[in-house]
């Protein structure tokens, strides 16, 4: 566990460490408990793919993780997360994926990881099996979040956790996309929370399948 949790320091990303102990509890909890796999919606590099890769080793079974790896609203060229070092040269786009792949292959977790190269709501209308848990940390634009947790939400098993990262109740703390998805999942009675650690929210499904 040491070594996952310095893997998970060593690799660029925005997750503080307290949050990211806290994903990985509910996600080993999680897996453990029904052996389904677990989905987190925004790889970037690998930051947090790397706890969750690490329960579902522990569980036997892998983590999907989807992005179009070409960075979120923020990261691009003039925003304040922008990061020059993720720009391809060839094309002048951001492209997290190289990155990403060494990440893993330095924490030992490639053969538990299963990464898809795509739209979010693409992906996700495609996709009928269930997860143990469902981690949304994509776009944080309303329209990125609501199409996250619109299109993963129902893929959440009963019993199992939806966790949602950068939920801020202030605007001066950060974007509200997250914060409303949160809320309206707790509306909607098919979750309730079980644990708040600074911006993470982990909800656990009560019904299965409820979006409103």
Do not use: N
């Not at 994509?138 to 009963?158: F, L, Q």
């Amino acid at each position: 566990m040491t070594d996952v949790f310095a893997a998970f320091e060593a690799a660029k990303g925005f997750m503080p460490v307290d949050e990211g102990m806290a994903l990985h509890r509910a996600a080993v909890d999680a897996a453990g408990g029904s052996g389904l796999p677990v989905l987190e919606v925004g790889t970037y590099c690998g930051r947090s793919t790397i706890l969750l890769a690490d329960a579902a080793r522990r569980a036997g079974t892998v983590v999907v993780t989807v992005d179009h790896h070409r960075g979120s609203e923020e990261q691009q060229p003039g925003w304040e997360y922008h990061d020059p070092a993720l720009v391809d040269p060839e094309t002048g786009l951001i492209d997290t994926v190289p990155h990403f792949r060494r990440t893993l292959h330095a924490a030992g977790l490639e053969e538990h990881v299963v990464a898809v190269v795509g739209r979010s709501p693409q992906v996700a209308a495609l996709w009928t099996q269930p997860f143990s848990l469902v981690f949304i940390d994509g776009g944080h634009t309303d329209e990125h979040a609501v199409a996250d947790y619109e299109g993963w939400a129902p893929r959440v098993a009963p019993g199992g956790v939806l966790a949602i990262h950068d939920v801020f109740p202030d605007p001066a703390d950060g974007g509200q996309a997250p914060y409303r998805i949160y809320r309206r999942a707790l509306k909607s009675g098919g979750f309730v929370e079980e644990s708040v650690t600074r911006s993470l929210r982990v909800l656990r499904c009560v019904t299965g399948g409820t979006v409103r």
